[in-house]
């Protein structure tokens, strides 16, 4: 069945530096993928999002590159600040039954 | 503009108890809707989901049930509660067709004693 594999599952990165964090999907027909931030208790929020046609989108310090063939995306965070600190999560929309499948989150911790 | 309003925010329910939980959008026609469970520290676990009047999938074999009433309302049903039924529950949409964000609810934290 469908299936997005995220890691790592936590993440510490010093203020300023960078942080990457990467998923993987099993059906090739996926064709949406988004990014959401959850902070403590509240609910998920997109951040980026990236279509199959497209190979990178970039909206300031974050960006997204997707893989097609091998069916990898990532997140890009750059000049990470302690605010960033949350658990991040991809999704995958598979197309024809608008089955949003999340991965398993990764809680991004930002050294001050 | 669209909403969407989930409740209660908090339930602190029994074992063996019933469980309803519901979830309304606003300003949008057939509307995606998704029910997702999440455990303390864990990931979004998709529960059901629904692309219309009626039409519920189900993802996870478990205690729970979903419904459809009405375009712009989706609940989430039990008849007997597990302590293992304990968890954040959110209520999702989106737009229908392929590749949309999705807007969560404010969730509801379920615990069961």
């Known amino acids: 069945g469908e299936n997005v594999e995220q890691h790592p599952s936590t993440l510490s990165v010093q203020e300023g530096d960078s942080a990457v964090i990467k998923c993987t999907y099993s059906?090739?027909?996926?064709?949406?993928f988004p990014w959401y931030k959850q902070e403590l208790g509240k609910r998920p929020q997109l951040i980026i999002d990236?279509?199959?046609?497209?190979g990178e989108k970039k909206d300031q310090r974050i960006a997204v590159t997707l893989n097609k063939t091998a069916k990898h995306f990532s997140l890009h965070i750059t000049e990470t600040q302690p605010e960033d600190s949350a658990v991040y999560f991809c999704?995958?929309?598979?197309?024809?039954?608008?089955?949003?499948?999340f991965g398993t989150g990764t809680r991004l911790k930002v050294l001050a | 503009s669209q909403t969407i309003h989930q409740w209660p925010a908090t339930l602190v329910q029994p074992v063996g108890s019933p469980l309803s939980l519901e979830c309304t959008v606003e300003?949008?026609?057939?509307?995606?809707l998704y029910w997702y469970r999440q455990a303390a520290g864990r990931g979004l676990q998709l529960l059901f989901y629904?692309?219309?009047?009626?039409?519920i999938s189900s993802e996870v074999p478990q205690n729970l049930s979903a419904s459809r009433p009405q375009d712009r309302q989706f609940i989430l049903s039990s008849k007997k509660l597990l302590l293992s039924d304990s968890g954040f529950y959110l209520c999702?949409?989106?737009?229908?067709?392929?590749?949309?964000?999705?807007?969560f609810g404010q969730g509801t934290r379920l615990t069961v004693v």
């Open positions: 999702a949409w989106s737009v229908p067709g392929d590749g949309t964000e999705a807007f």
């Open positions: 059906d090739s027909a996926s064709n949406y």
């Open positions: 990236i279509r199959s046609n497209v």
């Open positions: 999704a995958a929309i598979y197309s024809g039954t608008y089955k949003y499948i």
């Open positions: 300003g949008t026609s057939n509307p995606n």
């Open positions: 629904s692309v219309g009047i009626g039409q």
